[in-house]
């Protein structure tokens, strides 16, 4: 599965299943451009140019518009253009219903949903004609199957979910290609913040006996952002060792 050339914008790749991505498509030997709100993606790019490989980051937030303009200017300005797409950033705020705020729901329909829509819209602009390319969103277990308590949240991936399948048929006559990922429990800061009680709830739920680390997800969106996917669009790829929710 080589990435060999290929530029890729990955968000939200600061920590977590974005970083693992961003790592992951480095060493395949892809360009990458990575975006988080925190200095952290700075410091994740400067690492993998000391490795020896290909790598500029940005601070920001993916629901600012001048934001996302830099992103793909600079996909432009250091590589050229840009082949593949990583809407990873997203945010989660969980509350029961009657609990929820509509901030809180706002917020996360922003990010997770409406910021991916708008960047995918600037990013194929500078896809290169007549070959396409991969636009990969992380859904959720929670937007496939619907997680109690995160009603909102499921929303939100659901919505997601919806706008991968309408965008492949969309785009399938310029040869791009757009995919999900819709991952379950993963090992991240995130997963990490729960009581220990749930945390084992969920592991306990899931088939394969371990909790999903982000290197299980990176290495499926390395297949889709391959020529090896060429085939594959509209597509939503479950990484969640069979997890029950």
Not at 7 to 13: D, E, R, S, W, Y
Not at 44 to 70: I, P
């Amino acid at each position: 599965m080589s990435l060999d050339g290929k530029v890729a914008l990955i968000t939200g790749a600061s920590r977590g299943i974005g970083a693992g991505i961003a790592e992951e498509f480095a060493r395949r030997n892809a360009r990458v451009v990575l975006s988080a709100r925190t200095g952290a993606v700075l410091e994740l790019a400067a690492r993998l140019r000391a490795a020896g490989m290909s790598a500029e980051a940005a601070t920001g937030d993916v629901c600012d518009e001048a934001h996302v303009r830099a992103l793909v200017q600079l996909c432009r300005e250091k590589f050229g253009g840009l082949d593949v797409l990583v809407n990873n950033a997203g945010i989660l705020v969980g509350a029961k219903l009657g609990m929820l705020r509509m901030e809180d729901a706002r917020r996360m329909f922003e990010v997770n949903v409406l910021a991916a829509i708008n960047l995918t819209q600037y990013a194929i602009r500078v896809f290169p004609q007549g070959r396409g390319g991969s636009v990969i969103n992380i859904a959720s277990i929670a937007g496939t199957d619907g997680i109690d308590g995160l009603s909102a949240y499921s929303a939100t991936k659901a919505a997601l979910v919806g706008f991968t399948k309408a965008a492949a048929k969309e785009l399938a006559p310029r040869k791009i290609r757009v995919n999900a990922i819709a991952p379950g429990f993963i090992d991240t800061d995130m997963a990490r913040q729960i009581s220990p009680e749930w945390f084992q709830k969920r592991v306990a739920s899931i088939r394969l006996g371990r909790i999903g680390q982000p290197a299980d997800v990176a290495n499926c969106a390395a297949y889709l952002a391959s020529d090896e996917a060429a085939y594959i669009t509209g597509q939503i790829l479950g990484v969640d060792g069979g997890m029950a929710v």
